[in-house]
């Protein structure tokens, strides 16, 4: 019950595109989503994340949705650039003291210039 | 910024080989981690370090891993007998425990075993 599915796999756009990613999980005890970005050879890092009590979060170019009801959640980036290309990861957790992270399978996006 | 570090950064070693991955948290961090990454897979949970004591393992948390809080400042994962199949990207991570509930991760520690 603590996977979480990701897709795509890869995203390629063009420079100036939205690029969309969406996770599902199963857990309804989850109540913290972040979402990390991961550039090759690096540690993830956190870019936004999202607590159960909000539906939406938006931050400069980047925002999340979440759907609790539905289970799932997802990353929005508009007017990409070339240096947004990277692998992003969701994650998704309970948010009462140490629980750990689950991640999904991450999605490869391209962004051309 | 405060930062988690960890040592090495890339560390070869033989099949069968002891390895100790190190990392220092971020001060006044309550909550530890380590989670691997196989080249190219995601992130895995490890294990999770509180109180001086593991508060959750994974399945890939066999007896050959170990973690210890050695002093007030380090916490390392130990590979007893490395296997091929160990070969991966290391992260330590640690968290606050207060509001927020961020977790920071470490640069990493590439293992290879050959």
């Known amino acids: 019950g603590e996977n979480v599915e990701q897709h795509p796999s890869t995203l390629s756009v063009q420079e100036g595109d939205s690029a969309v990613i969406k996770c599902t999980y199963s857990?309804?005890?989850?109540?913290?989503f972040p979402w990390y970005k991961q550039e090759l050879g690096k540690r993830p890092q956190l870019i936004i994340d999202?607590?159960?009590?909000?539906g939406e979060k938006k931050d400069q170019r980047i925002a999340v949705t979440l759907n609790k009801t539905a289970k799932h959640f997802s990353l929005h980036i508009t007017e990409t650039q070339p240096e947004d290309s990277a692998v992003y990861f969701c994650?998704?957790?309970?948010?009462?003291?140490?629980?750990?992270?689950?991640f999904g399978t991450g999605t490869r996006l391209l962004v051309s210039p | 910024e405060p930062e988690v570090t960890q040592t090495p950064s890339h560390q070869v070693t033989q099949m069968g080989q002891e390895v100790i991955l190190r990392c220092v948290p971020i001060?006044?961090?309550?909550?530890f981690y380590w989670y691997r990454q196989i080249l190219g897979q995601k992130v895995e949970f490890l294990v999770s370090?509180?109180?001086?004591?593991?508060?959750?393992k994974s399945e890939i948390f066999d007896d050959q891993f170990s973690v210890e809080r050695p002093d007030g400042s380090n916490f390392t994962l130990k590979i007893r007998s490395t296997k091929l199949e160990d070969s991966a990207m290391y992260f330590c991570?640690?968290?606050?425990?207060?509001?927020?509930?961020?977790?920071?991760f470490g640069e990493g520690s590439w293992l290879t075993v050959v």
């Open positions: 991570a640690s968290m606050s425990g207060h509001s927020g509930n961020t977790i920071y």
């Open positions: 999202i607590r159960s009590n909000v």
């Open positions: 994650a998704h957790r309970g948010d009462t003291g140490f629980q750990k992270l689950v």
């Open positions: 001060s006044n961090h309550l909550y």
């Open positions: 857990d309804s005890a989850s109540n913290y």
């Open positions: 370090f509180y109180n001086n004591e593991i508060s959750e």
